[in-house]
Nanobody, 120 residues
């Protein structure tokens, strides 16, 4: 059983910062890509930022220059540093990881979601 546990969401004023964390636990072989998604009510979940096991990153255009994704492979943890937050960044943020449960078998896992609210 693999679990992704998120932390770090909350309420912040526009222009402020938050740091999200997501730690994977359980029994598995390795973790490949990890990422952060967000979803507003009635909308599709969208990719915010992704990072490969080797550290290559990609970002949604709307967060480039403001958000930074990073990971600590030894801790099976991915982070999202969010700076210069805007009210439109208000959403539920979900952690995602492609976990290899054996050498050749993997699947995606999701965290429970953490609310980020940015007030104007």
């Amino acid at each position: 059983q693999v679990q992704l546990v998120e932390s770090g969401g909350g309420l912040v004023q526009a222009g402020g910062s938050l740091r999200l964390s997501c730690a994977a636990s359980g029994t598995f072989f390795s973790i490949n890509d990890m990422g952060w998604y967000r979803q507003a009510p009635g909308k599709q979940r969208e990719l915010v930022a992704g990072i490969s096991s080797g550290g290559s990153t990609n970002y949604a255009d709307s967060v480039k220059g403001r958000f930074t994704i990073s990971r600590e492979n030894a801790k099976n943890t991915v982070y999202l540093q969010m700076n210069s937050l805007k009210p439109e960044d208000t959403d539920v943020y979900y952690c995602n990881a492609h976990v290899m449960t054996t050498w050749f078998t993997g699947r995606d896992y999701w965290g429970q979601g953490t609310q980020v609210t940015v007030s104007s």
